[in-house]
């Protein structure tokens, strides 16, 4: 069965601190891996993609990949109360010769001033 | 939001009763797909769209029908709606969903809040 794994929340931390956010996921042939960040009554909305095992740097914000962990994350540097949001992750599975987007269940990141 | 609406942006309906969710895009995107996001489970797939009149079932399919006559629209059907599918539905494109798979980014739409009294 498909799935991605993420620690529901919520994860509180101060103004300017990392913040660290974790996902795992069940399929090893998975390619793509995407962050979503959503705000409440929002639509997600794309923060990084990483398809390759390291780091991927943007900003303030960090994804990282280890294929063999089938493990990704995300770390926002610098954290403001504005990256107050529900974060998804998700990962591409093969579904009949395509590939489709399963999504986590989120995780809620609370910054506080 | 990437050139995608959804019409309406909310609706309330009753049990039994037909619904059809549109989703258009602006972008010329080959793929489109159809979610639903409820608390406790998160976003789940239910239909996509690889090409005019080429869909496909996802995750939580049953209850629902789609149909994509044209590039840029992609219809949503709940034929006899229940309270189970009240929800929040996005659509989502994309520009690869096989031949380029790393690179299957989806751009979401607004959403569309549905209530089934």
């Known amino acids: 069965q498909k799935e991605v794994e993420q620690n529901s929340g919520p994860l509180s931390v101060p103004e300017g601190a990392i913040a660290s956010l974790n996902c795992t996921y069940s399929?090893?042939?998975?390619?793509?891996f995407f962050w979503y960040r959503q705000y409440s009554g929002k639509s997600p909305e794309l923060i990084m993609s990483?398809?390759?095992?390291g780091d991927k740097e943007d900003g303030r914000f960090t994804a990282q990949l280890n294929k063999a962990s089938q493990y990704v994350s995300l770390l926002i540097r610098d954290s403001q109360p504005s990256d107050s949001a529900t974060y998804l992750c998700?990962?591409?599975?093969?579904?009949?010769?395509?590939?489709?987007?399963?999504f986590g269940k989120g995780t809620m990141l609370l910054v506080s001033p | 939001d990437a050139g995608i609406t959804q019409s309406p942006r909310h609706k309330v309906t009753e049990t039994g009763t037909p619904v059809t969710l549109r989703c258009h895009q602006t972008e010329n995107h080959r793929y489109m797909y159809w979610y639903r996001q409820d608390p406790g489970h998160g976003l789940r797939l239910i239909h996509y769209?690889?090409?005019?009149?080429?869909?496909d079932k996802g995750e939580v399919s049953d209850g629902y029908s789609v149909s994509r006559s044209k590039t840029e629209d992609f219809l949503l059907t709940l034929e006899s709606a229940t309270s189970s599918q009240t929800s929040v539905y996005f659509c989502?494109?994309?520009?690869?969903?096989?031949?380029?798979?790393?690179?299957?980014?989806?751009?979401f739409g607004p959403g569309t809040r549905l209530t089934v009294l």
């Open positions: 998700a990962v591409t599975f093969r579904n009949s010769g395509y590939s489709t987007l399963t």
């Open positions: 769209s690889y090409g005019v009149k080429d869909t």
């Open positions: 989502a494109i994309s520009d690869r969903g096989i031949l380029a798979p790393a690179t299957d980014t989806q751009y």
């Open positions: 399929d090893r042939v998975s390619q793509s």
């Open positions: 990483i398809y390759s095992n």
